[in-house]
């Protein structure tokens, strides 16, 4: 459900960008997906697209309402839960996989309109994908997303901001998706554009990860970061969904 010990040392060691060289042998496993087009009689016009936090099964998604609180809202999208496993993160094909497994053969099938979602690791996942495949998709709801190892936060943090730290940051290796990562939040305009998606935030005020999120709040519009009480679990993420849900940026029309 959270991100593991093990998990974190990977991510900041290695790079879902296609580092860990030494560790690195691709899976040629896909991913497992599951898959809700049950919105329109034909294919909708936006697909949707989860990614579940690090030791989450796609199952827990759905289990845990996601998937239902969108047909609730009868949004006209196709749903596609994406099993993002840490054994991609392990090998470092995680993103090569979310785009060979899903977002590929979706465009393929005609979606132009697709929008990724992801909890934790999973929203690290949507940003990372963005960052490395500009133009694919059209916006990333992160929900309490990892954002990096805390060293770099604080380094962020003590610059006075994304804005003064990308001042002064010198790019670095591919290798080093965290700081790739911040260069490229911290740079992007706010709002969406061809290259650069909208990103929504939310998080719980008690998260463990709240340092990182009070910063990528800053290079956002105000009205694209939502916050509620609770902490890196689903009693804060259940409602973070709910409120963006009911913003209605997705469409309810099957024509839209």
């Known amino acids: 459900m959270t991100l593991s010990r093990r998990a974190a040392a990977l991510v900041t060691g290695c790079s879902l960008l ?24 034909a294919q909708a016009p ?27 809202r009868q949004l006209a999208v196709d749903v596609v839960v994406a099993g993002a496993g840490l054994e991609y993160v392990y090998d470092g094909s995680i993103l090569d996989r979310l785009r060979q497994d899903v977002i590929a053969p979706y465009r393929a099938r005609g979606y ?3 929008w990724l979602a992801g909890i934790s690791l999973g929203g690290f996942v949507a940003l990372g994908y963005a960052l490395r495949h500009p133009g694919q998709v059209e916006g990333i ?27 002064s940051a010198v790019a670095r290796g591919a290798d080093d998706v965290d700081h790739a990562l911040w260069m490229w939040l911290a740079s992007k305009p ?19 990860f709240a340092e990182g999120h009070r910063l990528l709040a800053q290079t956002l519009p105000a009205n694209q970061v939502s916050v509620v ?13 709910s409120q963006w849900l009911d913003r209605r940026l997705l469409p309810t029309a099957c024509g839209a």
């Open 46 to 72: 936006v697909l949707l697209v989860l990614l579940p936090g690090a030791n989450m099964q796609p199952a827990e998604m759905l289990q845990e309402g996601m998937v239902q609180a969108v047909r609730q």
């Open 141 to 167: 709801v992160a929900l309490a997303p990892y954002l990096g190892r805390r060293a770099l936060l604080q380094e962020v943090a003590a610059a006075g901001g994304p804005a003064r730290w990308r001042e």
């Open 229 to 241: 009480p609770g902490g890196h679990d689903w009693p804060a993420w259940r409602p973070l969904w």
């Open 112 to 114: 132009r309109r697709i």
């Open 18 to 41: 296609g580092g860990c060289s030494l560790l690195r042998r691709p899976s040629p496993i896909t991913m497992d997906l599951l898959q809700d087009d049950n919105a329109c009689s």
């Open 190 to 208: 706010q709002g969406p554009s061809a290259e650069a998606p909208a990103v929504h935030l939310g998080y719980g005020f008690e998260d463990r």
